[in-house]
């Protein structure tokens, strides 16, 4: 198995884009590339245009070689009514477009689905189901809540698992915090992990409680599982400060020989987290 992290925080956009090929298929998770509207009242800089559109370059090079495409829920940084063309001819596994979801994704599946029109293969609703392609086994959770609660409603998670190494993509739980998540990254064990981590830019929406659990959720699954590599990503990556806040699980990591890293380091490249230092990319045009 390949994993290639395509478009994330520390690649300097919104997104949880990944590739996964195994010997059977090539399938691309939550294809699409966002940038934060307003962070600290400020528009998207420059620099990050440029990013998004050199990143969103290789995710259409990516996708011409994709059997699968997986839409974990209807945020922009996961799919892409703009961009139809790109799920054409694939077959998309997608999260229920009318079951555990609230009302504005509701209304963004609808137009997904509109834009879409028989461009792909096939669609099919992932919820908690398991889909098989060679010895490639592909298992969604039933659906979980978006972050520590459900007001920006419910996506699904997904295990791959080529018969070697079993791969699993959180999308945004934000953490995880609460037994649901928890427990299927749990029953899966992953080696490679790509987490959503906790959303510490935004503590007094997410609160010191959630913040204790992911904790203790992230070093139990490092130490409870043969966990070899833990990406941590996403609305965790929106911190300028999200390495000391997590030091306890890097701690862990060390100790129990799983490499806590990022999107860009698994790359081998360094973080460069363009949203959190919006302000600085302002302050240094003057
Ligand atoms: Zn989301
Ligand atoms: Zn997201």
Redesign the pocket.
Known sequence: MEIIPLASETLGV???AVVVKTADCTILV?PSI?LAPKRYGLEPHKIEFARQKELWNNLREWAKKADIMTIS?Y?F??HCPEEPGIYKNKKMLVKHPKENINKSQIRRSSKFKTALGDLPESVEFADGRIFEFGNTTMTFSEAVP?GTNTRLGYVVQLAIDDGKTTFLHT??VEGPSLDSQYNFIMEHEPEILAC?GPMTYLMYRYGLKAMEKSLANLISIIENTSIKTMMLE??LTRDLKWREKMKTVFDAGEQQGCNVTTFAGYLGKEDDLLEARRKELYAEED
């Open positions: 919104r997104s949880m939550d966002a829920h945020h940084d996961h978006h999308s945004d959503d996403h609305h």
